[in-house]
């Protein structure tokens, strides 16, 4: 006696949707360039909150000028993604910042990457890179002189992404 077995998935674009008619995530790009700079502030916001040091360059509200950088979903450079680096003040502990930042971003799901502890020879940092589900990157890099802080987030192909931020 044969056995059926029924499963029905519609596809439309890189977002998956059941047979049943409801959505999960958005798939790779389909988020506006709207909530794709929100969630890139954010993470920016969130690691300078966790970092244990001061970020005078940083001011979470000034979302002017930012002009997207070119990234892959289908072809090498078809969508956008906002991208910056800032520096802050020394850590007095890198390592135990580190610990401190890796076991923060795991608690929101990223996935934690590589961990240079060894940066070279005149150099007291270390080095920390996060992904979120989502695919937003975060390198925490605290130092007892200098502290960096680099967010990429995720890539879009809303073309509201192609123009400066104001």
Known sequence: MPITIAFSVVIAGC??????GSSTEPGPGQRSASEVFTDFLDAMEDTVQH????????????????????CGI?????GRLYQRQITGGPVVDPHAAVEW???????????IGNIFDDMGGNTTAIQ????????????????????????EGECT??????KKTT
Do not use: C
């Not at 890179?129 to 802080?149: D, H, K, M, W, Y």
């Open 101 to 111: 930042m890796k076991s923060h971003l795991e608690s929101k799901g990223y996935t």
């Open 15 to 20: 977002g998956v949707t059941s047979a049943g």
């Open 128 to 151: 920390l890179n996060a992904e979120s589900p989502r695919g937003l990157l975060v390198q925490f890099t605290p130092s007892q002189e200098t502290s960096f802080i680099m967010v």
């Open 157 to 162: 192909l809303d073309p509201a992404a192609r």
């Open 74 to 78: 289908h072809a090498r450079a078809d």
């Open 51 to 70: 970092s244990g040091t001061t970020w005078p360059g940083w001011d979470r509200q000034d979302t002017v000028d930012y002009v997207s950088e070119p």
